[in-house]
């Protein structure tokens, strides 16, 4: 089955239903794809380098790809998505390679954060509105002072078209030590976008 680039950006901007979005993410894990790496996440892998490992939350996981590297490298990790099939294939990788993984059913909306609870959060490609205010104050309300948050997205779906350095005050509240807005290779998708990419810490 072939998935394009569109169908995986659809959501959840064009209003469809969480359930709708999990229906489309369960057809793309269930079947072998080269529409995306699985791999960690280049940018992440650079940016915990020499961070000490503690509480990580992976958002929106999908088939756990960075949750599963974090895991490894010896973070105590949690993840959540609307994908069961994403999930199941997460927590069956972790089984076989004997990695501890808090893989949890729930969605941007209803996930609860907590409060200075991670000491990382991870969020590549997890088409969550990144404008939405409240969702972005739960987000900076769980990380522990001295946490960090990595970010990697398609700005604007690709096309850079939106509000220049939109991704930088989303995240302005922290301080932000790594930012860039680049035409690059999406991790999903696999072709030349602007990407948007960030690193923030809370004091
Ligand atoms: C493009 S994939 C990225 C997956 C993973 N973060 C990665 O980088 O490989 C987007 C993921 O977001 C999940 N997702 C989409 N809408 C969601 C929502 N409202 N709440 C939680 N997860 C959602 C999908 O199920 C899918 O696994």
Avoid: C
Avoid at 110 to 128: K, P, S
Avoid at 175 to 195: C, F, N, S
């Amino acid at each position: 089955m072939v998935f394009s680039l569109a169908a995986i950006n659809a959501a959840p901007q064009d209003g469809a239903s969480t359930g709708a979005v999990a229906a489309r993410f369960d057809k793309i894990y269930a079947a072998p794809s080269k529409l995306f790496s699985a791999a960690p996440n280049a940018f992440l892998v650079r940016a915990v380098r020499d961070l000490k490992p503690g509480q990580a939350l992976d958002v929106a996981m999908g088939q756990g790809r960075n949750a599963l590297f974090l895991a490894k490298a010896g973070w105590d990790v949690t993840g959540y998505d609307v994908s069961e099939t994403g999930l199941a294939a997460a927590r069956a990788s972790a089984a076989k390679e004997g990695l501890r993984l808090n893989a949890l059913r729930s969605s941007h909306q209803e996930f609860d954060f907590g409060r200075e609870r991670w000491d990382l959060i991870v969020m590549t490609y997890t088409l969550a509105d990144m404008e939405d205010a409240a969702f972005l104050r739960r987000v900076r309300d769980s990380l522990r002072p001295g946490g960090f948050v990595v970010v990697e997205q398609m700005n604007a779906g690709g096309t850079g078209k939106g509000p220049a350095n939109a991704l930088f005050r989303s995240f302005q509240d922290l301080r932000v030590v790594q930012y860039e807005d680049m035409v690059d290779t999406a991790e999903w998708g696999l072709q030349k976008m602007r990407i948007g990419r960030l690193v923030a810490q809370k004091d």
